[in-house]
């Protein structure tokens, strides 16, 4: 069946550090790829997708290339601030939305 | 453009009780999600609406759970009776078609604690 695995957190990094949050799929077919970002107190956003191999999403400093030779989509930035502090989430498409477990990140001036 | 409004924002019942949750979609979106996140973990789709129509309720619960959307716009999850594996946030989505590549819009969610 289609799962996500995500690297497990929390992750503590200090500001303009760079950041990689890995992500892994199982999926048949050809699913889309997504980053979502739950802020504290906040619902859901979509940070990012990526729809076909190859592909790269990238929105407010964040990339993932869609890999599809190592079912990856991995979450990079170069420099975090402290307002990235949130919890993100990897998800894949298949017959239906799943989600990884996410990833808590806080990030210390 | 508002986004997608639920109610209430926190619930405490005690195990056995009955409670519901309302969701008010982004207007105009036709699809309706319904997740359930339990803490450290990622949401979970328990149903799915099109318009007024169940696309998929195959991880609803359902001799506790219940969920309608009448008239294809706002739509209530109701529980009953409650579980203390029940606490967890729920979480309603929208989005404009029944595409899977299509962005889903979240409402901030309710938590629920069941004592």
């Known amino acids: 069946g289609n799962s996500v695995t995500q690297m497990e957190g929390p992750v503590t990094l200090s500001e303009e550090a760079f950041l990689t949050i890995n992500c892994t799929y199982t999926a048949t077919g050809y699913p889309s790829l997504f980053w979502y970002v739950q802020y504290p107190g906040e619902g859901l956003q979509l940070l990012l997708k990526?729809?076909?191999?190859?592909d790269k999403g990238s929105n407010k400093g964040f990339e993932a290339t869609y890999r599809k030779e190592t079912t990856s989509f991995h979450l990079e930035k170069g420099s975090v601030q402290v307002s990235d502090s949130a919890v993100y989430f990897c998800?894949?498409?298949?017959?239906?939305?799943?989600f990884g477990t996410g990833t808590s990140l806080t990030v210390i001036p | 453009e508002a986004g997608v409004a639920q109610s209430p924002r926190y619930k405490i019942i005690e195990k056995r009780q009955s409670v519901a949750f309302w969701c008010n979609p982004i207007s105009g979106h036709a699809t309706l999600y319904w997740y359930q996140q339990i803490l450290g973990q990622g949401p979970k789709l328990l149903i799915q609406f099109q318009n007024n129509g169940v696309v998929d309720d195959s991880q609803l619960p359902k001799d506790r759970f219940s969920a309608e959307r009448l008239k294809g716009v706002d739509s209530t999850l109701k529980i009953q009776p409650a579980k203390l594996e029940d606490s967890a946030v729920y979480l309603c989505?929208?989005?404009?078609?029944?595409?899977?590549?299509?962005?889903?819009?979240f409402g901030p969610g309710t938590r629920l604690t069941v004592t």
């Open positions: 998800a894949l498409t298949g017959n239906q939305f799943y």
């Open positions: 989505a929208s989005s404009p078609w029944d595409s899977l590549t299509y962005e889903q819009y």
């Open positions: 990526a729809t076909k191999a190859d």
